[in-house]
């Protein structure tokens, strides 16, 4: 395929609920195109676009996909996105680079949690949209109750411009209200038979005129001058009228066009392909990018090239893939660009054309197209490549990942390969974060939920061949006392030759929130200055050691104030143990305590669900510190702090709690005492940890 001027281009990313049949209508768009030999199928593994193996063990998308679909002399890119709440940061990513977001919603089901919170995000990205009420064919299909859940949901923006003939296993085909024709799809997928909504029964003509006038009413408000005489009652819009508004109406989000059919049966596919390249907005008239300093740029074929990289993937077989939106210019394999991030020149090998897996290269590629580009090694997702480097296009922000689980490799020999790994996953994926916890020893993995946990070890076995396995995440839990004491430390030793002596006298105190202080307060010689560090440091390390249970301990002043030496038998090797032995001592006497992090938590909800997220937060020995409206309509915000053992694994609870509903941002922020009887659990499990000689 030529390389498409930006006005014959439609990128249209492909969102909703998992399940509603996202995959489906590309693959259906891509077998009536006539871009592949058979309909693919996501059930039987025969995908074209679920093409990767866990998507095939799984049954669902889990990176988004590209099907470049020619339809007569135009280019749609479908941009084929995850519906699961686990893979969002991919579908957030990939919407920066459509203009439209067609949104799929199940005729029977309506539209779902993540269908509401992607729709929300589109409008903060000011993305155009469309609805696809598919599976109308399925038994508990319901148009009008579909419809009557989209209104409520989204608002009164939302007109139909194809209804069905028929729902149920009495589905038969669509009228399309914009052309007021009957469009029938022939079962073996060969042709669409177009009739007159006149051949129709009476039933089928009055749905197609109501719904028709709702359109016009929508429509109307496009121009200014037509929308007076139209309120004045003076005339309806004239076929042309209404055509030639349309496309200024969904651009300017007056109307969001709802289409029905049936991808698996493929009926109002074909229509939905044609009102995709008449009247959804391409790049240059709709393709706006906010640049980091606020300032906005357009799709511009004229200006030097600038491409915009939305997405990297690490192919084992081809290496590195990035995905980019071209912003401006043509981009040919050998052109030189920098990236604005890193400063580095990036060299364009290739250019190609994905199609799910296959990949065909191109000669050039224009302004508002996209494309593949193997082999960037330094380029990430969000980066900005252009001919000096000056331009940076902001980034989306993307959802945190709070789902931490740690990971360790099985066999100590393969933690570097294991490493490489991660780093490269996470790279690839900006919702999976890798930090290694110095205090537990740990490398933890943040993620947003279980499922991309369980896709990345199983991409880990088969990709870098290492068997890894996830345990507990070690609570950052730090000791400290409570009151002051005193204690000597002794360490003597004789066994022939030179030995060792170390005398000190300790005082230690808490300091709440202070850390760690060590004061001299010797005199007279009592120890000499050059084995003062020695005190210290055995104190620190005592300290790093903890008492109770073997965390650090934390806001301790220590004072040594007098003390014995040897002059041959005393070194610093002697004064670091006696140190020691006088700090677990002091101790002793000293109320030592454990500390545990706290959380500080908003968790957005329905308000239906509030009610039982401040009563779950009770039994987590959290409390409630307020309340907020939140900015969608009905969303309560509950501020609210928490244990951070109670809630490490809050992502799962509360997707059960809301029904996937609910979000949340966690913080950690100070230390509390922890209750005797969680103190009495970790001292226990110390102590018999040290038992069986770990």
């Known amino acids: ?84 709440p686990d893979f969002i940061g991919d579908t957030l990513a990939t919407m920066q680079a459509a203009e439209m977001a067609l949104f799929v919603v199940d005729a029977a089901d309506g539209p779902g949690v993540m269908t509401t919170k992607l729709w929300r995000e589109a409008e903060d990205m000011r993305l155009s949209r469309a609805v696809y009420i598919n599976h109308i064919d399925r038994e508990g299909a319901n148009f009008d109750a579909a419809m009557a859940l989209l209104h409520a949901r989204f608002g009164g923006r939302l007109g139909a411009v194809t209804i069905p003939i028929g729902q149920g296993a009495d589905f038969a085909g669509v009228i399309d209200i914009i052309r007021m024709k009957a469009r029938y799809f022939e079962p073996d997928g060969t042709a669409e038979r177009v009739e007159d909504v006149d051949t129709l029964p009476e039933k089928y003509q009055e749905e197609a005129r109501i719904a028709r006038d709702k359109l016009c009413d929508l429509v109307a408000e496009a121009d200014d001058e037509l929308m007076m005489k139209y309120l004045d009652g003076e005339e309806q819009l004239t076929q042309e009228e209404l055509e030639g508004l349309l496309d200024k109406a969904i651009a300017q989000e007056l109307v969001i066009p709802v289409f029905v059919g049936s991808t698996i049966i493929m009926q109002g596919v074909q229509g939905l392909m044609e009102d995709i390249c008449t009247y959804f907005p391409h790049p240059k008239s709709h393709g706006r990018f906010r640049m980091a300093d606020d300032v906005t740029v357009r799709i511009d074929e004229t200006k030097p090239p600038c491409a915009f990289a939305f997405k990297t993937v690490s192919d084992p077989f081809v290496g590195r893939l990035t995905f980019l939106k071209v912003i401006s210019g043509y981009l040919e394999p050998g052109l030189e660009l920098v990236c604005g991030r890193t400063g580095k020149k990036e060299r364009l090998g290739k250019i190609q054309v994905m199609m799910g897996k296959e990949a065909v290269d191109v000669k050039s590629a224009k302004a508002g197209d996209i494309v593949v580009v193997p082999k960037l090694s330094d380029v990430r997702a969000g980066d900005t490549l252009s001919c000096e480097g000056t331009i940076a296009i902001e980034p989306l922000p993307l959802p945190e990942p709070l789902y931490p689980v740690a990971i360790e490799a099985v066999s100590k020999k393969e933690e570097d390969k294991l490493g490489t790994f991660l780093a490269r996953a996470a790279e690839a994926d900006p919702t999976i974060r890798i930090t290694r916890d110095e205090d537990t020893h740990q490398t933890i993995i943040h993620a947003m939920g279980e499922a991309q946990v369980e896709m990345l070890l199983s991409r880990l076995r088969e990709q870098s061949g290492v068997e890894a396995k996830l345990v507990p995440v070690r609570i950052p839990y730090r000791e400290t006392i409570t009151k002051q004491a005193e204690a000597q430390g002794r360490h003597k030793k004789q066994t022939g030759g030179a030995g060792q002596f170390g005398d000190c006298w300790l005082r230690i105190a808490p300091i709440p929130g ?104 009770s039994t987590r020995r959290g409390r409630i510190v ?23 694994n809050y992502t799962k609870d509360l997707r059960s709690m809301t029904r996937g509903s609910g979000s949340y941002t966690l913080t950690l922020e100070g230390y509390e005492a922890a209750p005797a009887d969680v103190t009495k659990r970790l001292v226990e499990a110390y102590e018999a940890s040290r038992a069986a000689g770990n």
């Open 1 to 84: 395929m030529a390389a498409p001027a930006p006005e014959h281009v439609r990128n249209i990313v492909l969102v909703g609920q998992d399940g509603a049949g996202k995959t489906s209508l590309a693959e259906a768009m891509l077998f009536v195109s006539g871009k592949t030999p058979r309909m693919g199928t996501t059930h039987d593994g025969k995908s074209y676009l679920d093409y990767d193996p866990e998507e095939i063990k799984r049954k669902f998308t889990i990176s988004t996909s590209i099907a470049p679909i020619p339809y007569k002399d135009y280019k749609i890119n479908v941009l084929d996105t995850s519906g699961h």
């Open 514 to 617: 202070e850390g760690y202080e060590f004061v001299d307060e010797i005199k007279g010689g009592a120890i000499p200055n050059g084995l003062i560090p020695a005190v210290d440091k055995g104190v620190r390390e005592a300290m790093e050691e903890g008492f109770l249970a073997g965390y650090p301990m934390v806001d301790v002043k220590c004072t040594v104030f007098d003390g014995s030496y040897h002059s041959v038998d005393s070194n610093e090797m002697a004064f670091k143990t006696a140190a020691r032995i006088g700090f677990r001592a002091c101790c002793e006497q000293a109320g030592p305590i454990i500390l545990e992090p706290w959380a500080t938590m908003e968790v957005t909800v329905g308000e239906e669900y509030a009610g039982t997220i401040m009563g779950d937060i």
């Open 626 to 648: 307020g309340t907020d409206a939140g900015f969608a309509a009905g969303e309560t915000v509950i501020k609210m702090r928490a244990p951070y053992a109670e809630v490490i």
